[in-house]
């Protein structure tokens, strides 16, 4: 089956720092690519989506970061706020299909 | 305006009880899914239901999982004598259409006695 992957379960930084949150992925087909944020007890939080004709795309305080040749794809946080603290996925789209497909996410803890 | 809306957000049930689980999506969203997330786990595909077409049910877990969509609006999803596996945290979420940004709810929340 297909994978989408994070490198690191867990992230910490200190508060005003930058975070860079990283995930792998295996089709080479996925033309789509969204980073969620989910906190406790709530449903995932669209922060800013990619395109795979697309190498990069800022959002406020966040910049999205695409790289086809080793499908890899990157979550960057600037000044990184005690609000940030949450789970993070990626999610890839296939260009034929319907589904999304998420990883296991990475916890990203803001040490104030 | 109103984000995508789930009931009940949290369900506690028998072993061997059917449970219906309700999603209202954003208004004119034509498109629809359905997703598990175990406990520290990713998002599983369940279902996805876009406009009129019939539903892509290829991640349905078993025969006991069905949903519809009734009027392109509101979906239920269904599991019949549940079993303690299905203990998870249903997601709807909905977009414009394939390749748009999906909008979850909060979930419910199956816990199977």
């Known amino acids: 089956g297909e994978s989408v992957g994070l490198h690191l379960p867990t992230l910490s930084v200190q508060e005003g720092d930058n975070s860079i949150i990283n995930c792998a992925y295996s089709n080479s087909a996925s033309d789509y690519f969204i980073w969620y944020k989910q906190e406790s007890g709530k449903g995932p939080q669209f922060i800013i989506d990619i395109r795979s004709n697309m190498d990069k795309r800022q959002g406020q305080r966040v910049t999205v970061l695409l790289n086809k040749t080793v499908k890899h794809l990157s979550l960057q946080i600037a000044a990184t706020q005690p609000g940030d603290s949450a789970v993070y996925f990626c999610?890839?789209?296939?260009?034929?299909?319907?589904?999304?497909?998420f990883g296991t996410g990475t916890s990203l803890t803001v040490i104030p | 305006g109103a984000g995508v809306s789930q009931s009940p957000s949290n369900k506690v049930t028998e072993k061997g009880k059917d449970v219906e689980l309700r999603c209202d999506p954003i208004?004119?969203?034509?498109?629809l899914y359905w997703y598990r997330q175990s406990l520290g786990q990713g998002l599983e595909f369940l279902i996805y239901f876009q406009g009129n077409s019939a539903p892509d049910k290829s991640g349905l877990p078993s025969d006991r999982f069905s949903a519809e969509r009734t009027g392109g609006s509101v979906s239920t999803l269904t599991i019949q004598r549940t079993q303690q596996e299905d203990s998870a945290v249903y997601l709807c979420?909905?977009?414009?259409?394939?390749?748009?940004?999906?909008?979850f709810g909060d979930g419910t929340r199956l816990s199977i006695l």
């Open positions: 979420a909905s977009s414009s259409g394939r390749g748009q940004p999906q909008h």
């Open positions: 208004s004119g969203h034509t498109a």
């Open positions: 999610a890839e789209n296939f260009k034929t299909g319907n589904q999304f497909y």
